[in-house]
């Protein structure tokens, strides 16, 4: 905890940092039982969605790139799409209309994890915001 704080600009001992978690009722970090990451992203996996692009060339020599998406508690591949072109407004609509599926079919996801080739015209955490506003949220966490 005060190594973040720190990492954020925030000045404090890291014995206030024992103190508050003291006071929640939380041993320190080597005392309390390790999480995985797998076992992190096993706990979540109602929440997440990853999505990113496949290159691939065809037969005649086109490249092609192919917008793929992954839901992590099944397992399950979507292909939202391909083009030749990946344009930040060919996405959002690729996006859109996974919004739409996912909502039919009672989504519970809330966060959608995106490669870093995945073109967006407002940044990172547009793509969360949108899919959460229309996807019901997974059990454990805030509407």
């Given amino acids: ?9 925030i000045k404090i001992a890291p014995s206030t940092g024992w103190e508050i978690l003291k006071q929640g009722g939380l041993d ?18 109602d929440a997440l969605l990853a999505c990113d692009f496949i290159e691939t060339v065809t037969l005649n ?3 092609q790139y192919i917008l793929a998406l992954i839901e992590h508690a099944t397992r399950r591949v979507r292909v939202l799409g391909t083009t030749a072109h990946p344009t930040a407004d060919w996405v959002t609509q690729a996006i859109r209309n996974l919004v ?10 809330l966060f959608l994890i995106r490669g870093r080739q995945v073109p967006h ?9 949108a899919a959460s506003r229309r996807c019901s949220p997974a059990s454990g966490y805030p509407a």
């Fill in 1 to 9: 905890m005060h190594g973040e704080l720190t990492t954020l600009g």
């Fill in 28 to 45: 320190p970090a080597p005392e309390r039982a390790s999480t995985t990451w797998a076992d992190f992203l096993r706990w979540q996996a």
């Fill in 61 to 63: 020599g086109q490249r």
């Fill in 100 to 109: 739409m599926d996912l909502e039919d079919a009672n989504c519970r996801a």
């Fill in 121 to 129: 015209p407002h940044g990172r955490d547009a793509l969360p915001k």
